[in-house]
């Protein structure tokens, strides 16, 4: 069975950081290619951040030079370091099997992250 778990949501301010973290497990994870996605109130789900299985990161424009995702193939864990937030960066975060979106794969279920003053 395979399950992907995003933890490392919260509140935090506008300037502040988090990194997210999606652990996944049932899956071949070292050899596939890893994607960030949020969606905010009111708004499509948008594609933040993705990683190939070798490394290769590509950014949303919104969030490139802010935020940096990264992976561990040894602990199966693909993170999202998020600097300089903004009020605009709140969503929720899910994390994806992947590269492109329309390639079916596995979702998490989730984690919010609040930027607020």
């Known amino acids: 069975q395979v399950q992907l778990v995003e933890s490392g949501g919260g509140l935090v301010q506008p300037g502040g950081s988090l990194r997210l973290s999606c652990l996944v497990s049932?899956?071949?994870?070292?050899?596939?290619?890893m994607s960030w996605y949020r969606r905010a109130p009111g708004k499509e789900r948008e594609l933040v951040a993705r990683i190939t299985s070798g490394g290769v990161a590509n950014y949303a424009d919104s969030v490139k030079g802010r935020f940096t995702i990264s992976r561990d193939n040894v602990k199966n864990t693909v993170y999202l370091q998020m600097n300089s937030l903004k009020l605009e960066d709140t969503a929720v975060y899910y994390c994806?099997?992947?590269?492109?979106?329309?390639?079916?794969?596995?979702w998490g279920q989730g984690t919010q992250v609040t930027v607020s003053l």
């Open positions: 994806k099997t992947g590269w492109a979106p329309t390639t079916v794969g596995y």
């Open positions: 049932g899956f071949m994870f070292s050899r596939s290619d």
